[in-house]
Nanobody
Framework: QVQLVESGGGLVQPGGSLRLSCAAS????????MGWYRQAPGKQRELVAR???????NYADSVKGRFTISRDNAKNTVYLQMNSLKSGDTAVYFC??????????????WGQGTQVTVSS
């Protein structure tokens, strides 16, 4: 029903920056919360940052002051600007969105993930 497509991952040196994008499409009536999660090898998936339709945000303590989440409601797109990247940020980053689809059903969708590798 609702598909999410991420882009912007890649290899970056420590201290560098990357910007991730995630576009939602499909049978969307509304998008409530959009967020970014990440999963490193051997670890559980964890919340990185999320943003409500009204613009309220919250971040994992490990990324506060370095990452910024934003969204363009007209484009159904969420962004994650990542600065001062560290090796510990290496993970697969997943986009998530929830809301109401056509027909009134609730959706909670995930993207396919994009790899972020921080290494010299």
């Amino acid at each position: 029903q609702v598909q999410l497509v991420e882009s912007g991952g890649g290899l970056v040196q420590p201290g560098g920056s990357l910007r991730l994008s995630c576009a939602a499409s499909g049978s969307i009536v509304s998008i409530n919360v959009m967020g970014w999660y990440r999963q490193a090898p051997g670890k559980q998936r964890e919340l990185v940052a999320r943003i409500t339709s009204g613009g309220s945000t919250n971040y994992a303590d490990s990324v506060k002051g370095r990452f910024t989440i934003s969204r363009d409601n007209a484009k159904n797109t969420v962004y994650l600007q990542m600065n001062s990247l560290k090796s510990g940020d290496t993970a697969v980053y997943f986009c998530n969105a929830n809301g109401v689809a056509r027909g009134g059903s609730w959706y909670d969708s995930w993207g396919q993930g994009t790899q972020v590798t921080v290494s010299s």
